[in-house]
């Protein structure tokens, strides 16, 4: 049996597999990541907090699994994109990491349309100018932290920085330099210009691999600290929505999978690229396809906002029925009606990505009475985000992508209410998935394609079961027919209270 490692530096917990193939789970291990918050939209993360969970996760699942470090083949990094990752000419870092869904960027984002035409920039980077994109953040820093600006010496993202504690190597995965915006999508190389507009020095850009291909091999100093064995193989690494994708099985035309983690991501396949400013877009895992995609700000996080805030008073009652937080309060909404007795909730916390491009966008609760409780607005919360992945699907359709199937995985796909509350509002069945252990295994994967272990890219799949199909109920078409529309107005309506400059 060959055995293969897969590590995913999440926005939460930093999650590792080891795996033997064909389609053996040997052991998996987590460790939760800290989120900072010390300004209004601001996200923040310490890369030597992730660096110091894969050396524990490593060992755990070496001990775990009983196997020996030296019967691994391969290893395979993924984690979120693009997170902005800064070290200085000694290899320090000199700041925590901006993370993806970082929303301080939006005078920045306006200074760029203000120098290139969007629509050009568009057709050469792929993706829209847009608060994702590194240079809106490194102009940031430029602007804010002259101090730390005029020490970088390198700029990369959440897996990149792993991979270079791994084995010493300096690389930008490509899925990390499409969406930084560094990259001629006509071409599939780095594109000098472009790097220049992000006011990041040309030097301080490692050069690009492929998710496939071997960058390096384990270090020395990186075995000590991690229990793998030196010399084993690295590969580029993945970003982690499409990583999860390939795991879910997420290969062909018209599959669409929606992923609830502590964003929504919203991801399907095409053959052709087709820049769209509304949407991201990546390379697949798969050579020669893409993957159009949309992330929301929130997602699982919004809802562990309310519990963190608003649920003290059901926990006691949550425990005597033996139920989660999340599940109890599940079980308040379901038995609200279905649009929630008027209420519409925008999820915008962090502003929004994802098809609005709105950092200045906020959260908001329209329409509360004194008739209202918590399973109420919970239920509200839910349907929000189905609204929002409605409002994706719509962009998608008018792209001209064909959307033939919907396959839903991840930590929040396990709410039966909310998948059905999907369900009803897009008016299609969602295929859950049971047995997905999250973009780790589509890292682990990628490593043994990278290797040779194998050649079937669709393999990743053999680890996921089909846990059962949510069909839509039709007594609630016609609700959230009426509510669809009404949620899109209560943005438009409240944006103009809500442009404000972006600290």
């Known amino acids: 049996m060959q055995y293969l490692l897969g590590i995913d530096i ?25 989120l900072s918050a010390p300004h209004s939209g601001w996200t923040e993360e310490s890369p030597e907090q992730w660096w110091a969970n894969v050396g524990e996760i490593c ?30 000419s000694e290899d320090r870092l000199l700041r925590p990491s901006i993370q993806q869904s970082d929303g301080r960027s939006g005078a920045q984002v ?36 002259p101090a730390v600006f005029e020490r970088i010496a390198t700029v990369f993202g959440s897996y990149d920085f792993i ?17 930084a915006g560094f990259i001629d999508i006509s071409r599939n190389t780095l594109d000098d210009e472009l790097i220049a507009f992000a006011h990041v020095p040309r030097y301080a850009v490692p050069r690009l691999a492929r998710s496939h291909d071997i960058i390096g091999s384990v270090t020395a100093q990186a075995a000590a600290w991690t229990g793998l064995s030196e010399g084993t193989p690295v590969i580029g690494g993945a970003a982690d929505l499409i990583a999860s994708a390939l795991g879910a099985g997420v290969t062909s035309p018209g599959e669409v999978l929606l992923k609830f983690g502590g964003s929504v991501d919203i991801l399907t396949v095409t053959e052709t690229a087709n820049p769209d400013p509304r949407l991201y877009l990546d390379y697949h895992l798969v050579p020669g396809c893409y993957m159009p995609n949309g992330c929301m700000s929130t997602g699982g996080s919004g809802l562990n906002w309310f519990v963190q805030n608003f649920a003290a008073q059901h926990e006691t009652a949550a425990r005597e029925k033996g139920m989660s937080i999340h599940q109890y309060l599940d079980a308040l909404a379901e038995n609200r009606p279905a649009g929630s007795d008027g209420l519409i909730f925008l999820p915008y916390f962090l502003g929004e990505k994802t098809p609005i491009h709105d950092p200045n966008a906020r959260g908001i609760l329209f ?18 985000y189905a609204y929002a992945i409605k409002h994706h699907i719509d962009t998608l359709v008018d792209i001209g992508y064909p959307v033939k199937r919907y396959i839903v995985s991840d930590g929040g796909s396990a709410s039966k209410l909310w998948m059905q509350i999907v369900a009803d509002v ?10 997905h252990p999250g973009s780790c295994l589509g890292a682990a994967w990628t490593a043994a394609i990278g290797v040779g272990a194998s050649t079937d890219w669709k393999g990743a799949s053999a680890w996921v079961n089909l846990k059962d199909v949510i069909t839509p109920r039709p007594e609630h078409a ?20 809500t442009r404000q400059e972006t600290p």
Request: hydrophobic letters at 40%; aromatic letters at 6%.
């Open 10 to 34: 999440g926005t939460t917990s930093t999650i590792g597999i080891l795996i033997g193939l064909p389609d053996k789970v040997l052991a998996t291990a987590s460790r939760p990541v800290t």
């Open 59 to 88: 060992q755990q699942l070496l001990t775990q699994s009983g196997i020996a470090a030296s019967e691994i083949c391969g290893i395979g990094v993924t984690g979120m994109l693009p997170a902005v990752v800064l070290l200085d």
């Open 110 to 145: 306006q200074q760029m349309r203000s120098e290139m035409d969007s629509q050009h920039f568009l057709q050469r980077a792929g993706n829209g100018i847009n608060q994702q994109l590194v240079g809106a953040k490194i102009r940031w820093i430029e602007h804010h932290e």
């Open 163 to 179: 991979n270079w504690k791994l084995t010493g190597e300096k690389i930008i995965e490509q899925n990390w330099a499409l969406e």
């Open 367 to 384: 329409g509360l009475t004194l008739s209202h409780d918590a399973g109420h607005i919970w239920r509200a919360l839910l349907e929000a």
């Open 426 to 435: 897009l008016g299609e069945p969602l295929t859950r998935l049971d047995g």
């Open 478 to 497: 016609d609700v959230y027919h009426q509510g669809y529309p009404h949620f899109r107005q209560l943005y438009e309506a409240c944006r103009p209270l």
